[in-house]
T-cell receptor, first 114, second 115 residues
Framework: ETGVTQTPRHLVMGMTNKKSLKCEQHLGHNAMYWYKQSAKKPLELMFVYNFKEQTENNSVPSRFSPECPNSSHLFLHLHTLQPEDSALYLC?????????????FGQGTRLTVV | QQQVKQSPQSLIVQKGGISIINCAYENTAFDYFPWYQQFPGKGPALLIAIRPDVSEKKEGRFTISFNKSAKQFSLHIMDSQPGDSATYFCAASTILTGGGNKLTFGTGTQLKVEL
């Protein structure tokens, strides 16, 4: 395993629901990431946190709300999603952002919005 | 705008053959070029990576060739095996001002190695 654990692995939610995705890394890394993987599209960076501070929001709609309480945990709070938000959501972590640092990915949460 | 273009979309290779996947980028600020391998139901895992000041890097059966002037790089898998059947993503990285790295991915190549 990569040391990055995501829960739940699968989630089905209605458009009016509120749910949260959880990510935990056991690698001692300082940076954590949310990526979105949709069919036939490149993995797309959503948010970056470094030492608990958000350093990147890649123009993500406000219905996605990240939270990083410490360097080991990352959440993605979801509310009033659209069917087009159905995708695999991947969490990743890396050591501090010097050039060439490897990103370790979790197995992802497969989200279906109905 | 897709900043990293990857081809082919899918590839079928015979066992023992060479698999070649190509990528091209536009942003000269990229400073690190990793390749990720993803199996069904798993997250991507780093396979091999190269910096732009190196023209080639080899790790076992996997080789990256890098052409900085053409802004192209490729992955070669020698002696391809059925266990190599997976989706391969090229990526390019930049450091974010506030910390962390931004990986820009290609669209992926689905490789199937047949017996």
């Amino acid at each position: 395993e990569t040391g990055v654990t995501q829960t739940p692995r699968h989630l089905v939610m209605g458009m009016t629901n509120k749910k949260s995705l959880k990510c935990e890394q056991h690698l001692g890394h300082n940076a954590m990431y949310w990526y979105k993987q949709s069919a036939k599209k490149p993995l797309e960076l959503m948010f970056v946190y470094n030492f608990k501070e958000q350093t990147e929001n890649n123009s993500v709609p406000s219905r996605f709300s990240p939270e990083c309480p410490n360097s080991s945990h990352l959440f993605l709070h979801l509310h009033t999603l659209q069917p087009e938000d159905s995708a695999l959501y991947l969490c990743a972590s890396s050591q501090d952002g010097y050039s060439g640092t490897e990103a370790f990915f979790g197995q992802g949460t497969r989200l279906t919005v109905v | 705008q897709q900043q990293v273009k990857q081809s082919p979309q899918s590839l079928i290779v015979q066992k023992g053959g060479i698999s070649i996947i190509n990528c091209a980028y536009e942003n000269t600020a990229f400073d690190y070029f990793p390749w990720y391998q993803q199996f069904p139901g798993k997250g991507p895992a780093l396979l091999i990576a190269i910096r732009p000041d190196v023209s080639e890097k080899k790790e076992g059966r996997f080789t990256i060739s890098f052409n900085k002037s053409a802004k192209q790089f490729s992955l070669h898998i020698m002696d391809s095996q059925p266990g190599d059947s997976a989706t391969y993503f090229c990526a390019a990285s930049t450091i974010l001002t506030g910390g962390g790295n931004k990986l820009t991915f290609g669209t992926g190549t689905q490789l199937k190695v047949e017996l």
